[in-house]
């Protein structure tokens, strides 16, 4: 592949269409009884044949030799990646929080880099997600991987991040995410070393633009700033070694070739990138604090209308200029269940102990809010305009109550000393 600066295609969801080599993608048809440069024609559905057009989503790659030739699969250990809830973890119903997660000393790759810290759902039921850190320090080179049970969520926080995908090439910075789709092979390079993040692993509905509703026809995630990745090959021979991820359990198969093979795509599947500096924020321009679903990057829908299997929210940089508003969040309890990382910056419910790289997990009906040096800064701030700025962070929100690994309560990042962060709040009620 070639090391020009990399171009992309805009949208999210449109139909694409992209050849690295002139004339590869057949005109008029799909499935030629030959087709140009003899490539094979292969087709990669996102979606159920019958899906409703408006959800439907597939796409039919050209490639050097079909994605079924390959060896056979031996089981493959990686038990730091589950899927699904530990159902042996008992977890209180309480406020859980991580300190930045450290990287590891072992030489490991992003597939052996994967911990999950937690996850809802059922993977087998295409309900749920899980929520995972990688920590990794050395690039993938004759290595791919391949997730059958679900989409996965790219969010760097820190180091670039390369993309190589059977449909072409993403880089990432932290600020940026992408998402690949289930089924999509890749591999992932640390040209910055040491490299940490998030990932959502969706086993649900594929995550879509929201609504907007009321906003109208513009705003939140622009379509049109979403990045696809342009039509790239290797052309160097020898083998590969895929992991494949299917029913919880990863593989490892021999591959005499690249699976890096596609010379041309078309179709409205595919990985894509997004930078969130593109997000157009809305707030309250009056009074109150608004829920924090104006945040929303991309949704995967339940089968209950507004009650997400999950959403992804970021809270980035933007004016605060509520008149006599208490800014920060609200003191809550919520039916929804919420997992929160920090990319950079501070969040401003938790000023100080809310680190990049750490996690936070509140689940369904447990409360939480703003710790107390956040509630006495915001109730006796001047209400000037105010800008949050040098900040990200996010939230994986979702209907289904998260389980943290056993991996994650036994870590020496659990800030087991969290809920002393609101022990202090007295009460102040002056009859
Ligand atoms: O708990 C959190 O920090 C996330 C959050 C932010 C917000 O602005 C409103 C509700 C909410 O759950
Ligand atoms: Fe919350």
């Known amino acids: 592949m070639s090391t020009e600066p990399l171009r992309y295609q805009s949208g999210f969801g449109n139909e694409y269409a992209t050849e690295a080599v002139p004339g590869a993608l057949p005109q008029g048809r799909n499935s030629p009884q030959r087709a140009p440069h003899d490539l094979y024609p292969e087709l990669i559905s996102g979606t159920a044949f019958t899906a409703p057009r408006h959800e439907n989503r597939r796409s039919w790659l050209y490639r050097r030799q079909p994605s079924v030739v390959s060896g056979r699969y031996q089981a493959y250990a990686q038990p730091y990646w589950q899927t699904g809830p530990d159902r042996e973890v008992i977890l209180a119903p309480e406020p859980l929080r991580w300190h930045p997660i450290p990287l590891e000393n072992a030489e490991v790759d992003f597939v052996d880099g994967v911990r999950t810290l937690a996850a809802n759902g059922d993977a087998e039921a295409q309900s749920g997600i899980a929520a995972h850190v990688y920590l990794a320090n050395r690039s993938m080179e004759r290595r791919a991987f391949v997730n059958a049970d679900g989409e996965m969520l790219f969010v760097p926080q820190q180091g670039r991040v390369v993309l190589t995908t059977e449909m072409g090439v993403l880089e990432l910075k932290p600020g940026e ?63 590969y070694e895929l992991v494949k991820k299917s029913a919880g359990r990863l593989w490892r198969a021999p591959m005499k070739q690249s699976p890096f093979n596609v010379v041309a795509w078309h ?38 209308p507004g009650t997400a299997n999950c959403d992804f929210v970021i809270f980035p940089p933007r004016w605060l200029v509520m008149e006599d508003t208490f800014r920060p969040p609200w003191y809550h309890r919520n039916l929804m269940s919420e997992f929160m990382g920090l990319v950079y910056g501070e969040y401003d419910a938790k000023p100080g102990g809310f680190k990049p790289g750490g996690a936070s997990l509140h689940n369904a009906m447990v409360p939480h809010g703003p710790d107390e040096e956040a509630f006495e800064k915001a109730s006796s701030a ?50």
């Not at 995630?221 to 083998?239: H, L, V, Y």
């Not at 608004?290 to 829908?301: A, E, K, M, Q």
């Not at 900040?391 to 990042?413: D, H, V």
């Open 267 to 304: 179709g409205n599947l595919a990985p894509v990138k997004y930078d969130t500096a593109n997000f157009m924020t809305i707030g309250s321009i009056s009074f109150d604090h608004p829920d924090p679903s104006i945040f929303t990057v991309l949704t995967s829908p339940s089968d209950t």
């Open 177 to 239: 995410i992408a998402l690949v789709p289930r089924g999509v092979v890749f591999k992932v390079g640390l040209p910055d070393g040491p490299s940490r993040g998030y990932l959502c692993e969706n086993y649900g509905a594929q995550f879509r633009l929201p609504e907007l509703g009321p906003i109208g026809s513009n705003g939140l995630a622009n379509p049109r700033d979403f990045q696809a990745p342009m039509a790239a090959f290797e052309s160097d021979a020898g083998p």
């Open 382 to 431: 001047d209400l000037k305009p105010q800008k949050l700025d040098n900040t990200l962070a996010f939230m994986f929100e979702s209907r289904y109550r998260f389980i943290p690994s056993a991996w994650a309560m036994q870590s020496p990042a659990l800030d087991t000393g969290y809920a002393d962060c609101w022990a202090g709040l007295k009460d102040q009620f002056k009859p």
